[in-house]
């Protein structure tokens, strides 16, 4: 559910798919990397910026 509205965990979604990862291998990995934006966010009490902003704002 969350690759369909996080534009980070589509990506790594896809990018996993396409090291040919099993698809259920690649939803863990996108269930841990939840787990570790939510950590984050509240350790550190900011709110969630997605990484796919500054990807294309710098242009890479």
């Known amino acids: 559910m969350s690759k369909k509205y996080n534009p980070d ?3 790594q979604y896809a990018r996993l798919l396409q090291r040919q990862k099993t698809p259920m291998q690649a939803l863990g990995a ?31």
């Open 9 to 11: 965990i589509a990506a």
């Open 30 to 60: 996108a269930m841990r990397k939840l787990v570790h934006i939510c950590f984050g966010v509240l350790k550190h009490q900011t709110v969630y910026q997605s990484r796919q902003l500054e990807i294309s704002a710098t242009g890479a």
